[in-house]
């Protein structure tokens, strides 16, 4: 395996991490500290998939993919969604599509935000 195969794969290993530490968070009961403010698991769940679009981002970047954003964001939007899905199936969880309106809005977010900093970078 050359270095470039091996720099991709060792880009892709905080994505993947990060991507099983969600599935085992939303595979038991939730674990909310305190009374936080309303709409608190909305922000978290926004934050939670932003730096997961920023993960992706990362990782994809390594290989030569069209439209990088576009890929980043589809892993992370894709993957709120099974997560979704998979909380149905566990006690004392239900899917809501709420959550996923809010991780969709974290990745569009971030993406949003790279995209504008790469504009404003080009145009120093």
């Not at 794969?9 to 993947?16: E, G, N, R, S, V």
């Not at 595979?27 to 305190?34: E, Q, T």
């Not at 309303?38 to 439209?67: N, T, V």
């Not at 899905?85 to 996923?100: L, N, T």
Request: proline share 5%.
């Amino acid at each position: 395996m050359n270095t470039k195969n091996n720099t991709r794969i060792l880009w892709l290993l905080p994505l993947l991490a990060y991507s099983v530490m969600i599935y085992f968070l939303s595979s038991g009961p939730v674990k909310m500290p305190g009374s936080g403010f309303p709409g608190m698991d909305k922000w978290l769940h926004a934050s939670a998939y932003a730096l997961m679009a920023a993960l992706a981002w990362q990782a994809l970047r390594q290989w030569p993919l069209r439209c990088l954003s576009c890929w980043a964001w589809f892993y992370t939007v894709v993957y709120g969604a099974t997560d979704e899905w998979h909380q149905h199936f566990v006690p004392g969880r239900h899917a809501d599509i709420w959550d996923w309106v809010a991780d969709v809005t974290g990745a569009s977010l971030f993406i949003l935000i790279r995209y504008g900093m790469s504009h404003w970078q080009q145009r120093i």
